[in-house]
């Protein structure tokens, strides 16, 4: 990867003309942030981290659309769906009769308040437990994550998302994840992963200091826990990316780096090719 990967976003393929979200769009993410009407977990609940879990979902329904240029009438996987933080804003802008959404995790509570709160109003929301072991989120898992085949067809869906959850898997994992996600992805269908993608040149500025884990393309910030933030080599990601048969489109320094940006994590939009099989 060249080194300027830290500071500057790469795209390796030619961006795609899409119509901006207009205002209709704007107003939507503040009605999703603001309607105090659409489901929260009780807060003792949320086991996916710190933050405004209302603004964070608004946050990356933005993303999804302005960035990863997701339709209503899409067919959505959430891989490591937690405890509904992006679907809950999903059902605000799928198409209740056309799109869909799969979600799929190893943490059963974050399954049952997803089943039980929102699937009876949107039934083409759909949640999956399944017992995937991490040392941290389900460390009695009977499935090892290189040995993880999502349960669906090939090409089931048109976008897939990862959400800080790459930032909890070893590289080998990983790598299953994004053969997966190729397998699962219709051709133009688009993978959106966030990780801590390291490589390239340093700020100085960054929020958390990464070591290499051994010699290999994993790196972690919390020794005691490594799964807790891993990061992944940036040259390993990419080439593990088009390996998988995705094409990389752009990869965006996070403002972890300390860096101005509009997301936390580093953010991977991989497409599926068109004339793929
Ligand atoms: C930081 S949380 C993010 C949850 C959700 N994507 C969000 O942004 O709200 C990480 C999630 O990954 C899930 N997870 C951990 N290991 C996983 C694995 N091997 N496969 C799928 N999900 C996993 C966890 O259970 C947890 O829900």
Redesign the pocket.
């Known amino acids: 990867m060249t080194a300027t990967l830290a500071l500057r976003p790469i795209e390796t393929a030619p961006a795609i003309i899409h119509p901006a979200p207009g205002k209709e769009f704007d107003w939507l993410l503040a009605h999703v942030q603001s309607n105090l009407f659409l489901p929260h977990p009780p807060p003792e609940s949320i086991?996916?981290?710190d933050g405004d879990?209302r603004a964070?979902?608004a946050e990356?329904l933005g993303h999804y659309v302005r960035i990863g240029r997701l339709q209503p009438h899409e067919r959505v996987l959430?891989?490591?769906?937690?405890?509904?933080?992006?679907a809950v804003p999903l059902t605000q802008y799928l198409d209740p009769e056309r799109g869909s959404y799969d979600g799929?995790?190893?943490?059963m509570d974050?399954i049952l308040w997803c089943a039980q709160t929102i699937t009876p109003v949107y039934p083409r929301f759909r949640f999956q437990r399944?017992d995937?072991?991490?040392p941290?989120?389900?460390p009695k898992?009977s499935l090892p994550?290189t040995e993880?085949q999502f349960g669906f067809p090939n090409h089931s869906f048109d976008f897939i998302?990862?959400?800080?959850?790459a930032?909890?898997?070893p590289p080998d994992?990983l790598t299953v994840?994004l053969n997966e996600a190729s397998r699962l992805l219709a051709p133009g269908g688009r993978l959106f992963l966030t990780a801590f993608a390291i490589g390239g040149q340093t700020t100085g500025q960054e929020r958390l200091k990464f070591k290499r884990w051994q010699d290999g393309p994993g790196w972690y910030a919390i020794e005691e826990a490594p799964?807790a933030a891993a990061g992944i080599a940036d040259e390993f990601l990419l080439a593990e990316t088009q390996k998988a048969g995705l094409q990389v489109e752009s990869l965006r320094p996070g403002h972890w780096r300390g860096i101005s940006a509009a997301h936390y994590q580093d953010l991977l939009i991989a497409t599926k090719p068109e004339r793929s099989r």
Not at 161 to 165: E, K, L, P, Y
């Open positions: 086991f996916v981290g879990y964070i979902g990356f959430d891989i490591g769906c937690g405890i509904g933080r992006m799929v995790d190893p943490v974050g399944l995937i072991a991490h941290l989120y389900n898992g994550g993880v998302t990862m959400v800080s959850v930032t909890h898997l994992e994840y799964l």
